[in-house]
């Protein structure tokens, strides 16, 4: 007699009965207890460093896992918004576009639609929470992030905010409304020092590994605003012009650097890609960020003792001025001339 073995499905069919009952304890104030033990643990499964696949993988999963819980999808959007570029953020947009469509008539997925808006269409994010509480006064998600919303600077509404917190706190005493956007990452610390220093603790020969470490930093910092609405026009180009500035302070680390350790071939090859990019800035020469590079590239080869280097850039800078006289930059010019005996 063949000996039977025991059937796999009973433990299958508990654990989705599990699952089930967890989805079935979905309070719309804060996740259960055992919902938010769920993503604590996908949190915790992340690995340090992580890519971005690896970091939403284990919220895609749990999702799947519990598709109508409103907490999991929540930090599902976060994860993705925390840590995608454009093409993700638009992809999870795609997502809950088409997930709407399919539950024309319910209310959690407009809902989840109109949360993946926030803060990349905030306005019409906006709209669809008030189309939701027409249809329920109550639902405390959507009071919540319209609370959110018009708390943020972008956004900003005192009585309509005041409003939506008061009605969220009547249906969720307790509970609390998070600040939008989320902090920034901070800027590294290697660009706070207007002179740019370097670790001193560190390996010399890591020089160019902390440069490129820190510029990535702030690279990121700069895409945590890009791709969002949370910011102005002018707040990102004031962000655009603080890393470009941080390129120039982290070429002139490098160029010091190599000089320092008796590589001048690597320090030039620097030189020469400050001085391309100075032609690209001459269209701007209105601009503080064109006159501290030009400052900077001319003390590098001043401290190189590379005079023919410095007439050569002031020379460029003079012609490039012929075309359209700039009074201002004319003397700027001039006083540059002097400082470096070319009068």
């Given at each position: 007699?063949i000996?039977?073995r ?6 299958a069919?508990?654990v989705?009965l599990?699952s ?14 055992d919902?938010?033990?769920e ?6 499964s992340?690995?340090q460093?992580?890519l971005f696949?690896?970091i939403a993988?284990?919220?895609?999963a749990?999702?799947d896992r519990f598709?109508?819980?409103?907490f999991?999808h929540l930090r599902y959007?976060?994860a993705v918004?925390?840590n995608?570029?454009e ?7 795609a997502?809950?576009?088409?997930l709407?469509?399919e539950?024309p008539d319910?209310i ?10 926030e803060?990349r269409?905030?306005p ?8 939701i ?6 639902f ?5 992030t319209?609370?959110e919303?018009h ?10 905010e ?12 307790g509970s609390v ?5 989320s902090p ?5 610390t290697?660009?706070t020092?207007?002179n740019g220093?370097?670790d001193?603790?560190r ?6 590994g902390q440069?490129?470490?820190a ?5 990121w ?12 026009v002018?707040e990102?180009?004031?962000a655009?012009?603080?890393l470009q500035?941080?390129?120039w302070k982290?070429?002139r680390?490098?160029?010091q650097h190599?000089?320092?350790i008796?590589q001048?071939?690597?320090?030039n090859?620097i ?13 701007d020469?209105n601009?503080k960020?064109?006159?501290a590079?030009v ?5 590098l080869?001043a401290?190189?003792?590379q005079?023919?280097k410095?007439?050569e850039?002031?020379?460029?800078i003079e012609?490039?001025m012929?075309?359209g006289?700039?009074?201002n930059?004319m003397?700027k010019?001039a006083q ?5 005996g070319?009068?």
């Open positions: 007699m000996p039977l025991p059937s796999p499905w009973p433990a069919i508990a989705l599990a089930a009952a967890l989805g079935a304890e979905q309070s719309l104030c804060e996740p259960s207890r919902i938010q033990v993503i604590e643990r996908a949190a915790a992340v690995p460093n992580a696949d690896q993988a284990p919220f895609r749990l999702r598709p109508k819980d409103v999991v959007q976060d918004a925390d995608g570029i093409g993700h953020l638009k992809g999870m947009l997502e809950y576009a088409k709407r469509v539950h319910d959690l997925y407009l809902y989840l639609y109109g949360r993946a808006l803060g269409v905030t019409l994010a906006i709209r669809t929470m008030n189309e509480l027409a249809r329920d006064p109550h405390a998600p959507a009071l919540r319209l609370a919303i708390g943020s600077t972008a956004f900003r509404n005192r009585k309509e005041r409003s939506a917190r008061a009605m969220f706190r009547a249906a969720c005493p409304v998070a600040r939008r956007p920034l990452p901070p800027h590294s290697l660009f020092d207007p220093k370097v001193p603790n390996e010399r020969a890591d020089v160019p440069v490129q470490r510029l990535q930093q702030d690279e910092r700069l895409q945590r605003m890009r791709p969002f609405d949370w910011y102005g002018a990102k180009k004031q655009v012009q603080e500035f941080e390129y982290g070429w680390i490098l160029v190599y000089r320092r008796g001048p071939d690597e320090a090859q030189l020469a890609a400050m001085q391309q990019r100075l032609i690209g800035l001459q269209p020469q601009s960020r064109f006159w590079a400052v900077s590239l001319l003390e080869y401290r190189g003792n005079p023919d410095i007439a850039t002031l020379a460029r012609a490039s012929a075309a006289p700039n009074r930059g003397d010019l540059l001339k002097i400082r470096y070319l009068n």
